[in-house]
């Protein structure tokens, strides 16, 4: 079979960049340009459950694996396809290592790996994605330019790495290019929302071979390399993580002593299930967690203004209520306290995002203790505050001051009012967390 260009160019690369022999399958080799694979056949495919995006476009080049441990761990059915980003000389690092390595581990020719300046500070994870288009990104695919010595035509060329990644060992979690504050979807297959998977766990993920796309040098680069100057907009907000479901762990039985392959379309597609991809295993998570996050919004401005309401209506009306004195005290205690406590969590967490140190999980738990204390606290003066206000209200009356059962109207139906949305508010977040569990 004749051999294409694209695949000709890139094994010219790889000679000129001097790539281990001893480290390549020739055999397992897998060209995805439009000559080898043609526009007939389907851009996604099902592997242990997921969904695999054919690396349209691009060649495989196949890494030598261990047999012994893919054989063990069942990982071409059971491991899910992913992609990593990267230069030509940290694959040729990482397929040397026969692993991804995390940041501050020393390779074997003793240099200690930092997290790059552009990146997010205190990510101490393998970052790995679902979707080729976004390892292709310029900040994560690097692109070399390179003269083909048989021709003397210039091409440019991409790098990223094809790897199987244990499915109970991803964390998956938003892009981080800005790309949804431009409203810009990167990948038609999974949503903005999980194109990043993340682990601390090396031997997770296995490399099985370099991709390199191959264009000639008129050729437009699609990898929206914009996208990633907007790295430092995004670096410190919050991202919701999600847990990809574990797979069943395969038996000693169900395991094939015979060595496999990397898996070509014809292997991957008789192994392929009807089953969920993880864009419709998003899709449910995430209209959950849009609801509580509304919920918590709501909570949030409640929580706000409320005690600047207590604390002016308690201390204009401090003297007005003979009937019962500590429901106004009840009023300013309440307000002085939710600005005090809201403001420290405020300024501790803002002083904890401007530093953006190894002190940011300090500062996160210092800020969860006290919001623990603050919720401790409101819901003992809640019960107490009930105590007073809610018997009160059999003979309270708003016309005769000169009695004792008077209470000015204005500052009883408020704090009778504020009860019954704290009780409100604590409704909702039990539901919260009750649609969370469920």
């Known amino acids: 079979m004749t051999e294409c260009e694209q695949s000709r160019v890139g094994r010219e690369f790889l000679d000129s960049v001097s790539w281990p022999t001893l480290l390549r399958r020739p055999a397992h080799d897998q060209c995805y340009c439009h000559q080898c694979y ?32 893919f054989n063990h761990h ?18 040729r690092s990482c397929v040397e290592h026969r692993q991804l390595l995390l940041p501050n581990d020393i390779t074997m020719y003793g240099k200690k790996l930092e997290i790059r300046e552009d990146h997010i500070p205190g990510e101490q994870y393998v970052f790995t994605t679902p979707s080729i288009k976004y390892a292709a990104l310029g900040c994560y695919g690097h692109t070399y330019d390179f003269r083909s010595p048989r021709d003397s035509k210039l091409y ?33 297959h999974f949503p903005n929302e999980v194109l990043e998977w993340k682990t601390k766990h090396r031997s997770s993920v296995m490399i099985y ?50 060595p496999k392959s990397p898996p070509s379309n014809q292997a991957i ?14 899709r449910s998570k995430w209209a959950s967690m849009s609801r509580k996050r509304a919920a918590l919004l709501i909570i949030l401005v409640v929580s706000t203004f409320l005690p600047i309401a207590a604390l002016i209506i308690g201390q204009i009306y401090k003297n007005d209520c003979p009937m019962q004195p500590w429901i106004p005290r009840w009023l300013i205690i309440f307000g002085a306290m939710g600005l005090a406590g809201f ?37 003992a003066w809640l019960i107490a505050g009930s105590v007073w206000i809610f018997p009160a209200n059999l003979e309270v009356q708003f016309n005769e001051t000169n009695k004792k059962t008077y209470c000015h109207k204005t500052l009883y139906k408020f704090a009778f009012g504020l009860s019954l949305v704290q009780y409100s508010l604590i409704g909702v977040l039990i539901c919260c967390c009750l649609g969370n569990v469920f």
């Open 38 to 69: 043609s526009s007939d056949l389907p851009d996604t495919l099902t592997v242990a459950g997921y969904t695999y995006v054919i690396p349209r476009g691009w060649s495989r080049f196949a890494v030598s694996v261990d047999e012994d441990f």
């Open 74 to 91: 069942n990982v071409w059915k059971t491991w899910l396809n992913c992609y990593h980003g990267t230069s030509i000389d940290n694959a």
């Open 156 to 188: 440019t060329i991409k790098v990223v790495l094809q790897c199987k990644q244990k499915p109970d060992s991803i964390i998956a979690q938003p892009e981080t290019v800005g790309a949804r504050e431009r409203e810009i979807k990167i990948c038609p």
């Open 209 to 258: 071979g370099l991709l390199l796309q191959v264009k000639g040098e008129d050729a437009e680069d699609d990898s929206n390399l914009s996208l990633c100057q907007s790295i430092s907009i995004t670096e410190n907000q919050p991202h919701e993580s999600i847990i990809i479901p574990p797979q069943s762990a395969p038996s000693n039985e169900n395991v094939d002593n015979n």
């Open 269 to 282: 597609d008789n192994n392929s299930k009807p089953t969920r991809s993880i864009a419709s295993t998003y």
């Open 343 to 379: 403001g420290l969590i405020f300024i501790t967490m803002s002083i904890t995002f401007q530093r953006c140190s190894k002190d940011t999980e300090v500062g996160n738990d210092i800020s969860s203790y006290m919001f623990c204390l603050l919720i401790l606290f409101f819901l």
